[in-house]
């Protein structure tokens, strides 16, 4: 069975920086495709990011777009999502994913990357809170 596990999650200020990571095991980690998603109290879930399962195709929500860089460690089963310019609007409980990147159904698209249906496994993520 495929196991998500997240780290890094703490308080920051806003305007700092954080990195997330998220280790799997029970499964071959090259072959997922990998995203970020994150949930404020009261609020729908949110794509953030998504990497191939290559690690040379990634993508972006609007809303991290040029603060957040999503990469991936193949050799270490881990994908990270580096997160700058933290606001106190990025407060919440992220979460990452896989998904086969190996099934025929698979694609290298946002619309893809972006759809929380499309994964398999979950993680249950770490808290990140922005302070004024």
């Known amino acids: 069975q495929v196991q998500l596990v997240e780290s890094g999650g703490e308080s920051v200020q806003a305007g700092g920086s954080l990195r997330l990571a998220c280790t799997t095991s029970?499964?071959?980690?090259?072959?997922?495709?990998m995203g970020w998603f994150r949930r404020a109290p009261g609020t729908d879930l949110e794509f953030i990011a998504g990497?191939?399962?290559?690690?040379?195709?990634?993508f972006y929500g609007d809303s991290v777009k040029g603060r957040f860089t999503n990469s991936r460690d193949n050799a270490q089963n881990t994908v990270y999502l580096q997160m700058t310019g933290l606001r106190l609007e990025d407060t919440s409980l992220y979460s990452c994913?896989?998904?086969?990147?190996?099934?025929?159904?698979?694609?290298?698209?946002?619309?893809?990357?972006?759809?929380?249906?499309?994964?398999?496994?979950w993680g249950q993520g770490p808290q990140v809170t922005v302070s004024a």
């Open positions: 994913a896989a998904t086969n990147g190996m099934a025929p159904n698979a694609r290298d698209s946002y619309s893809y990357f972006r759809n929380p249906a499309m994964y398999d496994y």
């Open positions: 029970g499964g071959t980690f090259s072959n997922y495709h």
């Open positions: 990497i191939n399962w290559r690690g040379d195709t990634t």
